[in-house]
């Protein structure tokens, strides 16, 4: 079965410099750096970048950062609660512009 994205290509990411080096090769570092332990540690930011993984729904983000978290030990409690901060956060995103929906019809009845 084909689909669109390919599992395969995640191990192509490194290439993206191959059309723009410079700015692929900035993007890496700055990657790099944002990743390694600071004030939070590295278990907790690919948890992090798991949940937003699934909230901006990046299939290679997605499977590269479940085998992250597994290989710094959390289990699937974790990641799925994490998930689940995600999409919590990415409803309540959608329903707090329900108050905009509610200001125009206010307006509106006037």
């Excluded at 599992?7 to 990657?31: C, H, R, S, V, W």
């Excluded at 289990?75 to 956060?89: K, P, R």
Aim: aromatic fraction near 10%.
């Amino acid at each position: 079965m084909k689909t669109y994205y390919n599992p395969e290509d995640l191990k192509k990411f490194g290439n993206i410099t191959e059309l723009q080096k410079a700015m692929g090769d900035k993007f890496f570092a700055y990657y790099a750096e944002v990743f390694k332990e600071g004030a939070l540690t590295a278990r907790e930011k690919s948890l992090i970048a798991l949940a937003v993984a699934h909230a901006i729904q990046c299939p290679y983000c997605i499977d590269a950062y479940s085998v992250d978290t597994m290989e710094k030990g959390c289990d699937e409690e974790q990641m799925m609660e994490a998930v689940h901060v995600a999409a919590a956060i990415r409803g309540g995103a959608s329903l707090v512009h329900g108050t905009q929906m509610m200001n125009k019809i206010k307006e509106l009845s006037m």
